[in-house]
């Protein structure tokens, strides 16, 4: 199921604004890659290159490869809507669809795939939510509107609803920086358990949380204000954390800057 | 800004001797002439729409109260004749008719250049067309009242026929008199032609207003652009569509200049909507104002009444919509 | 937002690597200009078909050159790419057609106007009454009707100006409670009415109290259909201003009334005239109300107060109905003189609201 992706020499532009350069990095399979940096320094614009979300901004556009187990997301004959759909995102905010049930939310991505019977909707729904740790809270109410959760379980259902349509790549852009520190616990729990299945890359401006669930981290910074951002280093985790290879790193890392 | 008393003004600090402000009784005293003023237009307005209904339907009363015929189902308009006979049965057909077809026409299409605008025009385009539809959403009515009846009308009369031939076993497009396409029909494309600007850019508004994060939410999912589009742009956008094309109801129901220049009037009532024929309220008054006497304008007055009304209802219902949407969304805000 | 504006740059790629024969992310696809190739399939298509069944109206050949684009579309991207694909590209063309189709009448009609109101508009036109002009002759001028016009308008606007930017400051800076309420949806319930009702209304007046027909009272039906407009948009830009100006400038000690006239005000002027002059410009253009109200004149008449005049949109109204010739060609040298009224009244004050705006979003 999940897949390693290898980057190579990726360049994001917001029109003439170069957003980032020259980034080349591996993610394994079945880990939790971390992104840490300041803010502004690219690592969302980054992620956003890994499912091809970049381009949907106006002006948005990327050079450079990101290759999907040996198949470029970049190639001129791939389709970024299968990119969207074999790479998966919670973005910082939770966002499910306002007029739709929970059942809905979840069940979406499998309807835009195809003709599903109730009963196999029924089964996804089920696991997904039990994937997503929400089983239990909302097993009562899944005709309910989704907005009607509370933000960490939004934030669960936006999961659930990611996770149904079983991508190989789960990306998560800062996905507890709207909730509270108890929401924040039980997705944290839940990118543990994860893993077993997907490749997970998270952005987070907690450190803490970088190190709390990553298996490995990259640092990433501007060079100066103006100038595109940087991946510093990327190394296992705890590494970074305790002995990290470059200086910036380890100023970051200490609260000297940033 | 609490309330409407001087209460709002703070506590006035003790001023410096050299300052040139005024002292502080003036200003109690500017401020209540400036409440009562702005108060006082504010209910002038009220009056002024208490007073359309009053006046309007005093004048409505005095008609129909000498009319012989039946006001809401006589098939004629006679308030000079002895005795003075007349309906709205026929201009409220036409009217709501006219309407239909231009609602019909209108609102998809204009949902559809709204979508062009807000998700599908290269960017560079969609901002110049959206200024051009806002300026084509000026252009007075007279000027589309000559332009149907003296470019349009020529133009329709093939697809008249055509609609006809091949659509004539629909009893509605089977054309069973002979003459220029001066028809309901042809009302209608007008009313949608000048409508159309007005729904689309109340629609493009809205559409604009979806939350970036409820299309991203679709994107990530794998959805195409189309999917995107009815997974969170349309859900959010029902209830403006649904206000605009109200809005765009209303100032078909009440156009008359379009209406008097292209139709060719008569005092029947036919689903053939191809057939040259028919009447609506604005027209009706527009075209039998010169003739009549003060009756016959009284006559006309009544039924200027039935289509304030009728407007009334339709924006009223828009009005609610739009609130309601406002409480929605605020909600998920 | 628009996916057509972004550009994906490629890199080449290195031999081996990717383009494994068994790839889950591609797909056949059609190419990028493949829409144009079908529409001028199409196009030629809605020829042969028309011209072969002998039918003369360019409507038919649209309609049927865009039924067969968008079934052509469908039926190509379902067989080569895929049904989603296939209604992705549905709703991508038939959202071109939309426009494309709004656009033809839109843009006829402004063409229209301009191309045949150039053939008589001149000097002697804009400096002419119709006075001893038969229907039928080539002469005569628009001269009386613009003098009626300004004059109507200018009415309506010093009394619908002052009362609905009165009425906005009234529901934006003092409004709460019912009676704010009321006024905020009758202002509304206003907006809805039809021109021919306001006139029915002052015609309804004027034959209680047996007034005669002047310019006078077709600006007081012209009053009741701008005040809502006024009243809206000076709300909205009321509503722009920060709320902190206002909070510094009570925190000095200055009384509330001074605050809206010397800071609330002033920092929306721009938008507030915007407002007024689209106003200005959507009432000019009303006829209805002059018919029942002004009763028209061929005449010269610059008293407002008395007797009957006439106004750009009656006169198109009256030389339309004129039925000759040269009455058509009056009537649409008229209509190009009120467009570009109107016109330059809209751009005039969308650059105002664009040079004006207030530097806080909301």
Not at chain 1, 211 to 219: E, G, I, L
Not at chain 3, 121 to 150: N, P, Q, R, W
Not at chain 3, 195 to 209: D, E, K, R, T, Y
Not at chain 3, 344 to 353: F, K, S, T
Request: charged share 15%; glycine share 8%.
């Amino acid at each position: 199921m999940a897949k390693r992706i290898d980057i190579s020499g990726l360049t994001a532009y917001y029109g003439s604004h170069k957003a980032i350069e020259d980034i080349s990095m591996t993610v394994e399979p079945r880990s939790v890659t971390a992104f840490i940096g300041p803010s502004g320094c690219g690592k969302s614009t980054f992620l956003r290159t890994l499912n091809r979300m970049h381009e949907v901004t106006p002006g948005g556009r990327v050079e450079g490869k990101v290759l999907l187990d040996d198949e470029n997301l970049y190639a001129s004959n791939v389709d970024p809507v299968t990119v969207r759909r074999t790479v998966g995102m919670v973005f910082q905010r939770p966002n499910p669809f306002p007029t739709m049930s929970i059942f809905d939310n979840v069940a979406a991505g499998l309807r835009l795939n195809g003709s599903y019977r109730k009963s196999e909707l029924n089964d996804v729904v089920e696991k997904s939510l039990r994937g997503a740790n929400l089983w239990n809270e909302v097993k009562d109410r899944l005709n309910k509107p989704g907005s009607g959760l509370s933000g960490g379980q939004q934030q669960r259902l936006c999961i659930a609803r990611a996770i149904a349509v079983e991508p190989q790549v789960l990306l998560m852009d800062e996905p507890c920086s709207a909730l509270d520190p108890i929401s924040t616990l039980a997705i944290e729990d839940l990118i543990g358990e994860l893993k077993e299945r997907f490749t997970i890359v998270i952005v987070t401006h907690n450190m803490q949380q970088a190190a709390r669930v990553s298996d490995r981290t990259a640092f990433f910074n501007l060079a100066a204000v103006g100038k595109p951002g940087r991946l510093i280093e990327i190394d296992e985790t705890e590494r970074i954390f305790s002995n990290p290879s470059v200086q910036a790193t380890e100023d970051y890392i200490s609260g000297r800057f940033g | 800004m609490a309330s409407t008393t001087p209460i709002d003004t703070p506590p006035a600090p003790p001023a410096p001797p050299d300052r040139k402000e005024r002292p502080q009784p003036t200003g109690r005293v500017g401020d209540k002439v400036f409440v009562g003023l702005s108060r006082g237009s504010g209910i002038l307005l009220l009056v002024i729409m208490a007073s359309i209904a009053v006046f309007l339907s005093y004048r409505a009363a005095i008609a129909i109260s000498k009319d012989e015929g039946n006001f809401l189902t006589t098939f004629d308009w006679n308030p000079a004749g002895d005795p003075p006979v007349f309906g709205i049965a026929v201009l409220l057909f036409g009217t709501v008719v006219s309407s239909i077809i231009a609602m019909v026409i209108a609102v998809p299409i204009a949902v559809g250049i709204a979508l062009f605008i807000s998700h599908y025009a290269p960017r560079k385009l969609a901002a110049p067309i959206a200024y051009v539809v806002d300026l084509l959403a000026a252009v007075p009515s007279i000027v589309y009242g000559i332009w149907g009846a003296l470019v349009l009308v020529p133009y329709l009369e093939g697809l008249n026929l055509w609609l006809d031939q091949f659509f004539g076993w629909t009893y509605i497009f089977e054309k069973t008199e002979v003459g220029v396409a001066r028809s309901l029909f042809t009302v209608g494309v007008l009313l949608a032609i000048m409508i159309l600007p007005i729904v689309t850019s109340v629609s493009r508004e809205v559409f604009l207003q979806v939350p970036k994060m409820n299309e991203e939410a679709a994107l990530a999912l794998g959805a195409t652009r189309w999917e995107v589009i009815r997974l969170s742009v349309l859900p959010f956008g029902r209830s403006g569509i649904i206000s605009a094309s109200m809005l765009g109801l209303g100032r078909a129901l009440g156009e008359t200049m379009a209406v008097a220049t292209v139709l060719s009037p008569s005092f029947i009532i036919s689903l053939h909507v191809l057939n040259p024929g028919g009447g609506t309220f604005a027209q009706n008054i527009a075209a039998k104002f010169g003739e009549a006497d003060e009756f016959g304008r009284d006559a006309l007055i009544a039924s200027g009444l039935v289509l304030f009304v009728l407007t009334l209802l339709v924006n009223g219902a828009a009005r609610l919509i739009i609130a309601r949407r406002k409480e929605y969304s605020g909600a998920n805000a | 937002m628009s996916h057509a504006s972004t550009a994906v740059q490629e890199r080449p790629t290195p031999p081996g690597g990717h383009g494994a024969p068994k790839s889950a992310l591609t797909s056949r696809s059609l190419p990028r200009l493949a829409p144009v190739g079908f529409a001028a399939v199409a196009i030629a298509l809605s020829v042969g078909i028309s011209t072969a069944a002998g039918w003369h109206s360019k409507v038919q050949w649209g309609m049927i050159a865009a039924l067969l684009f968008l079934a052509i579309s469908y039926v190509a991207t379902t067989v080569v790419e895929n049904k989603r694909q296939a209604k992705d590209r549905l709703a991508t063309s038939v959202v071109w057609v939309c426009f494309l189709i709004a656009i033809i009448p839109l843009v006829s009609l402004l063409w229209t106007t301009i191309s045949r109101g150039a053939e008589r508009l001149d000097g002697y036109f804009l400096t002419h009454s119709m006075a001893g002009v038969l229907g039928s002759e080539a002469s005569g001028g628009v001269y009386h009707a613009l003098i009626g016009t300004l004059e109507q308008v200018g009415i309506a606007t010093v009394i619908s100006a002052p009362l609905g930017l009165l009425t906005a400051v009234y529901l934006v800076e003092y409004g709460k409670g019912s009676l704010a309420k009321a006024v905020t949806f009758f202002v509304d319930v206003m907006t809805g009415i039809p021109s021919i009702v306001a006139g029915l209304f002052i015609l309804s007046i004027m034959l209680i109290f047996e007034i005669q027909p002047s310019g006078l009272m077709g600006a007081l039906a012209l009053t009741i259909l701008m005040i809502p407009v006024v009243v809206r948009s000076t709300e909205e830009m009321l509503k722009l201003v920060p709320n902190e100006l206002r909070e510094a400038s009570l925190a000095l000690g200055i009384p509330k009334w001074r605050t809206i006239l010397k800071v609330v005000l002033p920092t929306a002027i721009g938008g507030i005239t915007t407002g007024v002059m689209l106003a200005i410009a959507r009432i000019a253009g009303e006829t209805a109300p002059i018919i029942l109200l002004v009763f028209g004149s061929q005449l010269i008449n610059t008293n407002p107060f008395s007797g009957a005049q006439s106004s750009l949109p009656f006169y198109i109204y009256e030389q339309y109905k004129v039925g000759e010739a040269a009455s058509y060609d009056r009537a649409w040298a008229a209509a190009l003189v009120l467009i570009a009224f109107v016109m330059i009244l809209n751009l005039v004050a969308r650059g105002i609201a664009r040079w004006k705006a207030p530097k806080t979003g909301r």
